[in-house]
């Protein structure tokens, strides 16, 4: 049954987007299925990293990537992370060696939104989102309301994805796009930066997400939060629910 439930299972009435200037969008398993970024979007990246790194190593862009990929090398503390060299092959095996991994590195990150750029400029990609999605930041937005998005996905990666989605060009719906730069998505600090950003406070903010950590760090912040539940049920205990937009 569509709409909010507490974690108990009760359906409840309020609306807390309503009480809210800014509603914060997490992407995966919450406006965008967790099986298109994980059986399209990363697949079409791993497939063409050695020979798009190699063929693109050159350009201000990547070379931006790589200092920054060269960062993330000198973060990781595993043991078996493979020789860092300035070539393109070192740079592409660091980068699947970090996917394997499911790592949210930035440069990593950037360079997959340079991919997935190529690829949604071909026309080899196009975004799913649900449903309801559109609909609901029309909603938002004719009721006052900013619709922003906070994901670990770098912010071109953001706007590729929402600029060519089965549903057309939804950029010009969203006010601003939040990465890993601005923080960590589970640290309360990170929801506090980006409502200085927006200038606004952070109580002025409804956070929706999949990732319950995330939202424990939004609220320590003292956002509203809501917990999207796509697919499978939450384990453990949880936030107020959302199978899907049409109650927001």
Same mark, same amino acid.
């Given at each position: ?19 809210? *200037? ?24 791993? @497939? ?78 196009? !975004? ?5 999605? !559109? ?17 670990? %996905? ?30 960590? *998505?589970? @640290? ?8 200085? @950003?927006? %200038? ?20 320590? !912040? %003292? ?26």
């Amino acid at each position: 049954m569509p709409g909010a439930r507490l974690h108990t299972g009760k359906p409840i009435n309020v609306n807390p987007a309503a009480e809210a *200037k800014v509603i914060l969008l997490d992407i995966e398993g919450t406006t965008t299925p967790i099986d298109f970024v994980y059986q399209t979007l990363f697949p079409f990246a791993r @497939e063409r990293m050695e020979s798009f790194v190699e063929v693109n190593f050159s350009t201000t862009e990547m070379a931006k990537a790589v200092d920054q990929l060269k960062e993330d090398y000198d973060h990781e503390t595993e043991s078996d992370k493979p020789d860092w060299s300035d070539a393109p092959e070192a740079v592409a095996n660091f980068c699947l060696w970090l996917m394997d991994r499911d790592r949210k590195a930035t440069g990593l990150k950037t360079i997959q939104g340079l991919i997935w750029k190529a690829g949604y400029a071909s026309g080899d990609l196009q !975004a799913t989102v649900y449903d309801d999605v !559109a609909p609901a930041m029309h909603r938002w937005i004719g009721a006052g309301k900013r619709v922003c998005i906070y994901s670990s %996905g770098s912010v071109l990666a953001q706007k590729l994805l929402f600029k060519h989605t089965i549903a057309g060009d939804l950029t010009g719906l969203l006010s601003a796009y939040f990465d890993t730069t601005t923080g960590p *998505k589970k @640290e309360a600090e990170s929801y506090r930066l980006i409502a200085s @950003e927006l %200038g606004i406070e952070c109580r002025e903010i409804f956070f929706l997400s999949d990732n319950q950590d995330e939202l424990k760090a939004a609220e320590k !912040a %003292g956002c509203s939060v809501g917990l999207a539940v796509r697919d499978d049920p939450p384990v453990g205990p949880s936030y107020t629910t959302y199978t899907d937009f049409t109650s927001l």
